[in-house]
């Protein structure tokens, strides 16, 4: 098996989520790396590629 | 005119025999010890609830389990052992230390489990003193002085984690000073980095060491590592026990203090200074953050250092597993970009056939890749006659735990609860024994 579309979520021990930023812009970052997550499904890759995610907080 | 650099004296007591006595001392490699006046140094801590000195010998048909670190006994001249836990902070590795050779002081207590979990909870540490397994940790060749200690309840989890090591450092200094106060050594080492052939390479060690709080954290002059920056530090500090292990919750994959202060890396650099290279110091980092911009600051941070040195090479080992690899590993890669040659020393996946994929992360500047063996092969450790340091042992705090007979058999379905067998710095055999 071989995962072609990674994108960088934000921390190892909480990859889709921020435990530092407030609870209400919390949900903001999971759904920006959920949706680019979603994303790049769509777009092509020749191999395996990293992907960022465009969000303040979610990095 | 130059600022004289740290000059370490190491006045060796080479020890082949230990046993209980009324005072303590060493004569032609046989140590005496008083057992009762040890337990109460080490109970002179109000934190320490129980203390029960044991001896264990090479060869024993014996297990020792619970184990929290392994110091080897030390007792600096004028004062200043252990600094930052048992002596005020001072920077370590100039002047006078005797040491008690062929002797591990190791504390054993049953840790607790509490809410901390995850990477943090400490797991069973156990040392095989015969058989095939005994050549992968480091107490199979020692005389073994064990403490077996309970501490007192209602410590937190970062009390309960420095009692065990004051313990340990407590005993080791009084074992070195008292038996050793009034004689003579063995041997006398200077460790002391002199003027070199200007054409010699100059080599840097770049070590890289964990630290994520109690139960796995490494303490340099007693404190935690946690937040540490990459710096330079000199060889004879971590010689001289400014480095302290406190990884109990990665058994198989830390670097127990005993090893520290014989770290074979330095004692080699130190061996071939002057003759076939220049041992140009030491860079320390910690790796296994947990983002990528941190992995790619210290990465960026240490090779700088690597540079300001001057290296022409330099060897690289690293500490625990898993994304831990990769601050050390970046760091090479950085170097290698700037002309360092690097040499990447690490243990091996590989699968329980070693057949799989043997490390989780790789640069293409890591060209010269010196393994110290598998982690992945299940193991049964056999029945035994004796344990020492708990009747029971904890296993797979992940699924909850199940406590099993220390006296075995105990199946591993892979060896992480082997203390100190990965051979970070190739201090052990092999970390790959067929069983």
């Known amino acids: 098996m071989r995962a072609n579309r990674i994108v960088a979520g934000v921390r190892i021990p909480h990859p889709v989520s921020n435990p530092t930023v407030a609870p209400e812009k919390e949900l903001g970052v999971r759904t920006a790396v959920a949706r680019r997550a979603l994303e790049v499904l769509t777009l092509p890759v020749d191999g395996p590629t990293v992907f960022t995610v465009d969000h303040p907080g979610a990095r | ?435």
């Open chain 2, 1 to 435: 005119m130059g600022v004289r650099g740290p000059r370490l004296e190491q006045r060796t007591f080479h020890v082949r025999d230990v046993a209980f006595g009324s005072t303590f001392g060493v004569e032609r490699g046989r140590l005496e010890l008083d057992r009762d006046a040890l337990a109460a140094a080490v109970l002179a801590d109000d934190r320490v609830a129980r203390c029960e000195v044991q001896l264990v010998v090479p060869g024993e048909d014996a297990r020792i389990v619970h184990i929290c670190d392994t110091v080897e006994p030390r007792w600096r001249v004028g004062g200043g052992t252990f600094p930052g836990w048992i002596s005020p902070i001072r920077t370590a590795g100039d002047g006078v230390t005797h040491r008690l050779a062929g002797v591990g002081v190791t504390v054993c207590c049953e840790l607790p489990w509490r809410a901390t979990g995850g990477i943090q909870t400490p797991r069973e540490n156990i040392a095989e003193m015969r058989g095939a397994l005994a050549q992968l940790n480091p107490l199979a060749s020692l005389q073994n002085i064990v403490l077996e200690i309970a501490l007192r309840d209602g410590l937190s989890d970062e009390e309960c984690d420095r009692a065990v090591h004051v313990a340990e450092l407590r005993a080791a200094e009084h074992l070195a000073r008292e038996a050793t106060r009034e004689r003579a050594p063995d041997e006398v080492q200077i460790f002391e980095l002199g003027p070199a052939e200007p054409s010699l390479p100059r080599v840097v060690y770049v070590c890289q060491i964990t630290s994520q709080g109690p139960y796995a954290g490494t303490f340099y002059y007693g404190g935690y590592l946690d937040r540490l920056m990459p710096t330079i530090v000199h060889p004879n500090e971590v010689l001289d026990g400014a480095l302290v292990d406190g990884n109990v919750a990665g058994p198989w994959i830390r670097t127990p203090t005993i090893v520290h202060q014989n770290n074979p890396i330095i004692s080699g650099l130190y061996r071939d200074h002057g003759r076939d290279l220049a041992f140009a110091g030491m860079v320390l980092l910690r790796g296994h953050y947990y983002g990528m911009d941190d992995k790619y600051r210290v990465a960026q941070e240490a090779s700088k250092l690597v540079r300001w040195l001057s290296a022409d090479g330099a060897i690289f080992t690293w500490e625990n597993a898993g994304n831990g690899i990769m601050e050390c590993l970046y760091t090479l890669q950085e170097c290698e970009r700037a002309g360092v040659r690097s040499v990447f020393l690490t243990w091996e996946h590989g699968g329980a056939n070693g057949d799989d994929t043997p490390l989780q992360f790789y640069v293409p500047e890591a060209d010269a890749i010196v393994s110290t063996g598998s982690i992945d092969e299940p193991v049964t450790l056999p029945p035994v006659a004796r344990v020492v340091g708990g009747e029971t042992v904890r296993l797979n705090p992940q699924l909850g735990g199940e406590r099993v007979p220390a006296k075995g058999p105990i199946d591993l379905s892979w060896r992480l609860e082997l203390y100190g067998g990965a051979g970070h710095v190739g201090e052990t055999r092999y970390g790959r024994i067929d069983v």
